[in-house]
């Protein structure tokens, strides 16, 4: 049916049956082909393992109930070769061997496939993977609101966004994806709500991200990013951490079961957590007292 309506802008679904099952779809409607006039089909999906089978009769609006007896003998005498369609078949799950790596500053821990290369940014941060578009990435990104009134090349400006607005302003503002379109975002209230109870500076939002983009190469690619928008009630600025797992689109589903375990392997240091909250804490008591500086010789 999507591919009917990129073809014609008028598609119109008029009934749609399934079965209890699921495995049989039976629908009706109408299009205007290009260089034809408004046309009437019926087509039938049905679902065998891993197969997908699909069949359509069409006829010249007004015509197609006539033409159903004719239409319908031809398709059940259409008979496929031997060897001719070949049931696609899932990709095989990789099995690489994962290997610890610990970040200089002890910040944080992690496991990576062996002979991956991990550039350590410290407090927490890093970007693991291997040429092709495979990636294990730790990141956090300080953005500046707009009433600050900034335009320097490099920096980000944006009113506080959720996650799932923020990583495709962020990847195509530093160049690092583009035509990114999500799959699911999975809202984590919990997780803010639990968030929200240490962090307490401004709003916070968590959201699952899957999605497709292009990567900086121009290729297909395929993520996961488990992101979190910390805000502040002081309207300068605001944050967004994540954590983020990419591939090219056609091998992510081999690679799932891998990065499920390298995502579960993430440690932050306790000991460092706590001194890194402790350092935000002063300075955000030294943002506090600048702006109440501000205020008063204003």
């Known amino acids: 049916a999507a591919k009917l309506g990129r073809a014609a802008r008028d598609l119109e679904i008029r009934s749609a049956f399934a079965s209890r099952d699921g495995s049989a779809l ?19 999906v049905s679902l065998r393992g891993g197969e997908t089978s699909v069949a359509r009769i069409e006829a010249p609006a007004g015509q197609l109930q006539a033409m159903r007896p004719t239409l319908l003998t031809v398709l059940s005498n259409i008979r496929v070769m031997k060897g001719a369609a070949v049931p696609s078949k899932a ?20 496991s990576m496939p062996r002979g991956w290369q991990c550039q350590d940014h410290g407090k927490g941060i890093f ?15 300080t953005l500046l609101t707009p009433q600050m009134r900034v335009n320097q090349p490099g920096i980000l400006v944006s009113p506080y966004l ?3 607005q923020a990583w495709p302003f ?11 379109r999500f799959e699911k975002v999975i809202p984590r209230a919990d997780m803010a709500r639990l968030m929200g109870q240490a962090y307490t500076a ?12 292009t990567n900086r190469e121009g290729r297909p690619s395929r993520g996961y990013t488990y992101g979190i928008s910390f805000g502040s009630r002081l309207g300068a600025g605001w944050s967004f951490r994540h954590l983020t797992v990419t591939a ?19 440690r932050i240091n306790d000991r460092w957590a706590q001194d890194y909250v402790a350092q935000g804490a002063r300075r955000l008591r030294e943002m506090q007292q600048q702006t109440s500086a501000m205020v008063t010789r204003i």
């Open 127 to 141: 970007v693991a993977g291997e040429p092709g578009g495979y990636s294990f990435i730790s990141g956090n990104v």
């Open 91 to 110: 990709a095989s799950p990789v099995r690489v061997q994962l290997v610890p790596y610990r970040l200089r500053d002890g910040s944080a821990s992690f």
């Open 170 to 180: 962020i990847t195509a503002g530093y160049g690092l994806a583009s035509n990114m």
């Open 26 to 44: 039976v629908f009706d409607g109408t299009y205007s082909p290009p260089k034809r006039g408004k046309t009437e089909f019926r087509s039938w």
């Open 248 to 266: 090219p689109a056609e091998r992510f589903g081999a690679w799932a079961g891998t990065f499920a375990s390298m995502l579960a392997s993430y």
């Open 202 to 213: 401004g709003p916070v939002t968590v959201e699952e991200l899957i999605y497709t983009f």
């Open 162 to 164: 959720a996650p799932s």
